[in-house]
């Protein structure tokens, strides 16, 4: 992967190219876990209330597909929402999120996942085995036990693995291979698209936008 990253981008890169190698190193990485079974189904945002990081370009990508497949109104709809989250959430730990509900903004009316054909790695890699224990172990109260589920460990390590590589890979080629918070990510290429053309010409996105 690291060396797929290094030749698609190496020499330029563009909106384009970064959603292709994305998508070709998420296929390569499903590869590694055909056939493995889960519980997870649509409508099932119980471990939606996490905090996930996400490189830049993952959530450049998100920003730009969102901006091609919603209606003007739905985007400004969902940068308030964005907002909003960013606001109340970006400092809470996942206890925090879970005991207030904050689930995530890209979800939709139903509880589905708004942006799954380009959902970043963090979430393609946490798989639940058994749906009535994320239930549990996501209900909103205070408890000092240890909140379980069983999950497909095998499938969070390749997709650790892959985003490891995808920043390693954005290093060598001398792009920024800092992380994010998903929604504050996604939110930053949507109120400041210059950050795009910023970004591939290996500039260094402002250090506010983390604060």
């Known amino acids: 992967m690291i060396t797929q990253v290094v030749e698609a981008l190496g020499e330029s890169a ?15 990485v499903e590869g590694f876990c055909t056939e493995r079974l889960y519980a997870c189904a649509a ?3 119980h471990c939606c209330v996490l905090n996930v990081a996400v490189l830049l370009p993952e959530a450049m990508t998100i920003a730009l597909w969102l901006g091609a497949n919603l209606s003007g109104e739905e985007l400004a709809g969902l940068q308030k929402r964005l907002a909003a ?6 400092w809470m730990d996942d206890d925090e999120r879970i005991l207030k509900q ?3 903004p890209l979800l939709d009316t139903y509880g589905g996942c708004s942006i799954h054909p380009v959902r970043p790695f963090a979430c393609r890699a946490i798989t639940s085995l058994d749906s009535q224990s994320c239930r549990e172990a996501f209900f909103p109260a205070v408890t000092d036990e240890d ?3 069983p999950a497909d460990l095998f499938r969070k390590a390749v997709f650790d693995a892959a985003f490891t590589a995808l920043a390693s890979g954005l290093r060598q080629v001398g792009l920024d291979d800092r992380s994010i918070e998903l929604g ?6 949507l109120e400041h698209p210059e950050f795009v053309e910023r970004y591939l010409a290996g500039e260094r996105l402002p250090r506010a936008i983390w604060l």
Not at 85 to 90: D, K
């Open 14 to 28: 563009d909106p384009a190219t970064v959603a292709r190698i994305l998508a070709a190193c998420t296929h390569a």
């Open 43 to 45: 409508g099932c945002p």
């Open 85 to 90: 989250h960013r606001s109340w959430a970006r």
């Open 102 to 104: 904050m689930f995530c």
């Open 147 to 149: 909140r379980l589920v």
């Open 184 to 189: 504050t990510g996604v939110l930053a290429f």
